[in-house]
């Protein structure tokens, strides 16, 4: 069981010029929207230094900011695909988000753009008789942090423990 998150995030690997903060420091915005502002300035956006003053982008969009980039095409959720980002389209979030306008990054300096939905699914039991469930196969979440595997290793250390005080 579980949802999607109707919130969508947006990943960017690139190096940026005339980028706000240091090129040697991880940066964290977050926006809140004015009457009559910029719609994408709300939310949250992270910059974290690379090699070579390259820098990875994090930021998320909320569902009327996703308005102007869904396609007709549904996914298996029943959620609007969105199209595939441009770097015009990653620069004009991340300069609303990042108070960088002059922003800019020239398309070969883009190692990748992508954009994704979080699964949170929790299984309705972790154990009946005697089958037991850890990891992916009774919980998932975002890939970004590495929640999910470090909650697999928990779990089996911690069902290990338990039925080794049992075989005892």
């Known amino acids: 069981h579980g949802d999607i998150a109707k919130e969508t995030f947006v990943s960017a690997h690139a190096k940026f010029q005339n980028q706000a903060g240091s090129a040697d420091w991880g940066d964290v915005f977050f926006g809140k929207n004015v009457p009559g502002g910029n719609p ?30 869904l396609l007709d095409e549904k996914d298996s ?38 954009h994704y939905r979080v699964n949170s699914r929790l299984a309705e039991h972790f154990g009946s008789g005697r089958v037991y469930l850890a990891g992916d196969a009774c919980h998932c979440h975002s890939p970004v942090g590495g929640q999910g595997m470090n909650m ?17």
């Open 152 to 168: 697999g290793l928990q779990d089996a250390k911690n069902l290990a423990w338990k039925l080794a005080t049992v075989i005892k």
């Open 77 to 114: 959720h029943g959620l609007h695909k969105l199209k595939e980002l441009t770097v015009e389209d990653v620069l004009e979030m991340f300069r609303a988000r990042s108070a960088a306008p002059n922003c800019t990054v020239r398309p070969e300096d883009v190692t990748w753009i992508a």
């Open 40 to 69: 994408l300035v709300a939310g949250m956006c992270v910059s974290l230094p690379l090699h070579d003053g390259q820098h990875l982008i994090n930021l998320d969009l909320d569902e009327e900011q996703q308005k102007k980039y």
